[in-house]
């Protein structure tokens, strides 16, 4: 498929290109499947997608910031439910002083964790898991997640708006 193709099919069907970016947007924040997927495809999709004229630069950050959000959520509960269990694994027997180094960071400074860890790319997907194993409360989770995802908006909005000046 060329790119001329792949612009006229989201020409003709304008909502799949903002599905395609939440469903990035999660994908890379993702706990497990992020440690794999790099922001960068969803910047460079996002970044097609906007010289292209196909999507405004206010469509397409709401829709990446919500596919974040999502992930973030969904790391959260997944280590607030599996937490006790994974801890006690026999995986995780061996690390069990690494863990618990880990728990008592977070508890600490769970807050700085959830803003800084979004801007990480190798620890993103992780820290909310970690921040729900560590048993910190959801509203307060929530509160920093919203900040932290909107603070990145923020940031992509700049870069692609840099590569809109640069290419558009």
């Not at 924040?29 to 794999?36: E, S």
């Not at 898991?129 to 908006?153: F, K, N, T």
């Amino acid at each position: 498929m060329s790119l001329a193709s792949l612009t006229d099919f989201l020409s003709t069907n304008p909502q799949l290109g903002l599905v395609m970016i939440v469903g990035l947007g999660f994908i890379e924040a993702c706990p497990g499947i992020g440690l794999f997927v790099s922001g960068v495809i969803l910047f460079g999709v996002a970044s097609f997608l906007f010289v292209e004229n196909l999507y405004s630069i206010v469509q397409i950050v709401p829709c990446a910031m919500l596919g974040g959000f999502l992930a973030d959520q969904f790391g959260y509960w997944m280590g607030r439910r599996l937490g006790p269990s994974f801890k006690e694994s026999a995986m995780m027997r061996p690390h069990a002083n690494r863990l618990d180094r880990a728990e008592r960071f977070i508890r600490r400074f769970g807050p700085f964790a959830a803003v800084g860890g979004r801007f990480l790319t190798m620890i993103r997907s992780v820290v909310p898991l970690l921040l729900g194993m560590a048993g910190l409360s959801w509203p307060r989770y929530l509160l920093w997640d919203v900040i932290a995802v909107s603070v990145w908006g923020l940031g992509f909005v700049l870069l692609l708006g840099g590569v809109g000046q640069l290419f558009g």
